[in-house]
């Protein structure tokens, strides 16, 4: 059985085409958020965050024979966790790095984590969107705070993501809960409707829409703040499904 750590769009897909190969497939996602799996009998799913105990324990006890890792590219700490696990098993670890996207040109700020966006994002004096998720909340809310800036954050319509709005302070009329990815018109649409001019992001790639970000962000003249990747390991890892897809196949046999 292959374990595959995902929930992002190219989850699905992969599992799809793994199971109609032959191979069993557990999904396991840190969040019970729907995913399209299909009901495919060689697919199973799980839903809960692991820890390494908890990863190594799911692997011995389900006849895990590679664990292939399709999380988020800011999902440091579970891509971390998953090297480590096949290391300790002796499992082949293959991993899906996404693409990144091109940078338009000056009115994009590359900045190392969340305390130095949000320092970036006040600096220019206009009202923001903050569409990196519901983690680290905390410091573009006191930023704003401090600035005097309206911030309007834009999370998954779930439960823990509004609740993480609520603990940090964000009225609910500035909490826009919709799932993306989101089309350039879309995004334009969030912008005139706050009068935003500092628009904050990370690198999630094509397949996260960054691309209709950038350029709606561009044609309503707002700056753009992203958080850069963390540093992954993946020297010539896939940088799209089916080239993930023809690895496992060349690495992990089939069972008989």
Do not use: W
Request: include cysteine.
């Amino acid at each position: 059985m292959i374990l595959l750590l995902g929930g992002t769009s190219e989850t699905a897909p992969l599992a799809q085409d793994l199971a109609q190969r032959g191979y069993q497939v557990l999904v396991s996602m840190a969040t019970n958020e729907p995913l399209a799996i299909g009901d495919h009998p060689h697919i199973r799913r799980r839903c809960g965050r692991l820890d390494d105990a908890g990863m190594a324990d799911l692997c011995r006890s389900q006849g895990i024979r590679a664990i292939v890792d399709v999380t988020h590219p800011y999902a440091a700490a579970a891509r971390a966790t998953a090297r480590r696990v096949g290391d300790l098993l002796r499992l082949p670890y293959l991993t899906l790095v996404r693409p990144r996207t091109p940078m338009p040109g000056r009115d994009v700020h590359m900045v190392a984590n969340h305390e130095d966006a949000a320092a970036k994002a006040v600096s220019f004096r206009r009202p923001i969107l903050l569409t990196t998720g519901a983690n680290n909340l905390l410091c573009y809310v006191c930023a704003a705070h401090s600035a005097g800036l309206s911030l309007v954050v834009r999370v998954l319509p779930r439960r823990e993501s509004l609740d993480a709005c609520r603990q940090a302070g964000i009225p609910a009329g500035h909490i826009i809960a919709e799932k993306g990815p989101f089309t350039v018109e879309g995004n334009r649409a969030h912008i005139r409707c706050f009068q935003i001019g500092t628009l904050v992001t990370k690198d999630s790639g094509q397949a996260g829409g960054v691309p209709s970000k950038l350029e709606a962000a561009r044609l309503e003249r707002c700056q753009v703040v992203m958080v850069e990747r963390p540093l992954v390991n993946a020297v010539g890892a896939p940088a799209c499904v089916q080239e993930l897809l023809a690895k496992i196949v060349s690495s992990v046999p089939l069972e008989q």
